[in-house]
């Protein structure tokens, strides 16, 4: 039975990880910087070097393909990363989908379907998340892009222009349509199922939608001292009240790997003497399921006005984005879970939590993902790992899933 040389996929893993690499350990490798350029221009050698055809589109996603006719199978991932992030993130999916091309190539190995390994550009968002990808699938407004911002203040025009692309060019990425057989990408999960229940190889039925909502609550702002504490009108607490009730309703009524977050909170006039008369919290909901996600923001709205009235102020709730879930192909779960089977691996179907760029693909052609366990369930951190076993089961799976699908 073909397999990939572990040894080989492990060297470059070692080699890619070397761009950006911090002296903790863990890679910061933005899009666009001269550490992702260097690590693109190593990436666009190794294809060539493995006899693949490459290329670069004016979104900046790199391709190496194998065969010839139409249409492919694509298969990739995207090598940024965060900053301070882990070394497989991203780069597995990239350098197992170039191991899987050389092993095919080098069995010579008859296809009906050529095949194409990709890397993404911008896949964790330090200009606009999923920009790649977005591109390729015709899901970028151009009107957009002079205004596309780093958090640092930085343009992406600028960063792409010091990277050799033009980004008023990037929306011209779109591929053909109908000219991707299929997309199947590996990744690591970043979260602790796999591990925890013992599992190889999970096999992902969706990726999850999500909810961003601003709430504010207004209060009054009086006296912190001289006001009696029964007629405060305390913004902070009612978010405070809320945020705690939200988290219980999203546990308790929602499917089970339903999950919120208050990742910012804003407390206004913001000193210790005055009662807040304003909190904002920006509040993120996660859910596979698009019926229960739209219900739990629903009830979550009810609950932050309940809370609001007995308190006797007001809230004002403002929809930041919504995303909403993408399935993944039953056809190319089958697939994944038949080629785990070929190799005799356990499989798990599970949801991601996290956004990737099969969700695009998802809309034009039909996609899957793989996922291995990550150690302690850690990544978007320097000591995001997974063990070596784990990776080359992962990447025989993609192997064996691409050569079902190829022909
Ligand atoms: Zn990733």
């Not at 004002?316 to 070929?342: D, G, L």
């Not at 809309?363 to 291995?372: D, E, L, Q, S, V």
């Amino acid at each position: 039975m073909l397999k990939i040389s572990l040894a080989r996929l492990r060297r470059d893993l070692t080699a890619l990880a070397r761009f950006g690499s911090n002296p903790g350990g863990g890679v910061s490798r933005p899009a666009w910087s001269p550490a992702h350029e260097e690590a693109r221009a190593w990436l666009l050698a190794q294809m060539k070097e493995a006899g693949l055809e490459t290329s670069v589109d004016p979104a900046g996603n790199t391709f190496g393909r194998h065969g010839d006719g139409a249409p492919l199978v694509l298969t990739g991932s995207h090598i940024d990363s965060v900053p301070d992030g882990g070394t497989l993130d991203g780069a597995l999916g990239v350098l197992a989908a170039l191991e899987c091309l050389r092993t095919i190539r080098e069995a010579g190995v008859p296809l009906k379907h050529p095949l194409a390994v990709v890397a993404w550009s911008d896949e964790e968002g330090r200009y606009g998340s999923l920009f790649g990808s977005r591109a390729f699938t015709g899901k970028l407004d151009a009107a957009k892009i002079p205004e596309m911002r780093a958090s640092d203040g930085e343009r992406l025009v600028d960063a792409m222009a010091r990277a050799g692309f033009n980004a008023r060019e990037a929306p011209r990425a779109p591929a053909d349509p109908g000219s991707v057989a299929a997309y199947v990408e590996l990744h690591i999960e970043q979260g602790p199922h796999l591990e925890a229940k013992g599992i190889p190889i999970g096999v992902v039925e969706g990726i999850v939608g999500i909810r961003r909502n601003r709430i504010l609550f207004q209060g009054e702002p009086d006296h912190a001292g001289t006001t009696p504490m029964a007629r405060r009108k305390d913004a902070f607490l009612a978010a405070a009240e809320y945020a705690l009730a939200a988290r219980e309703h999203v546990v308790g009524r929602g499917s089970g790997r339903s999950v919120t977050n208050f990742g910012v909170v804003e407390v206004k006039p913001g000193v210790t003497n005055i009662v807040p008369a304003r909190a904002a919290l920006l509040q993120e909901m996660r859910e596979l399921d698009g019926k229960i996600l739209g219900r739990l923001e629903r009830e979550c709205t009810a609950l932050a006005k309940r809370i609001a009235r007995r308190r006797g102020i007001r809230v004002a709730i403002e929809r930041i984005s919504r995303n909403e879930p993408a399935r993944m192909a039953p056809e190319v779960q089958r697939t994944i879970e038949a080629a785990a089977a070929t190799l005799k691996l356990r499989t798990l179907r599970m949801p991601s939590g996290a956004g990737h760029d099969a969700q695009n693909l998802a809309t034009i052609t039909k996609a899957g993902m793989i996922f291995i366990p990550s150690r302690g369930g850690r990544s978007h951190r320097p000591d995001e790992s997974s063990d070596r076993r784990a990776i080359e089961r992962g990447a025989n799976v993609l192997l064996h899933t691409l050569l079902k699908l190829a022909s």
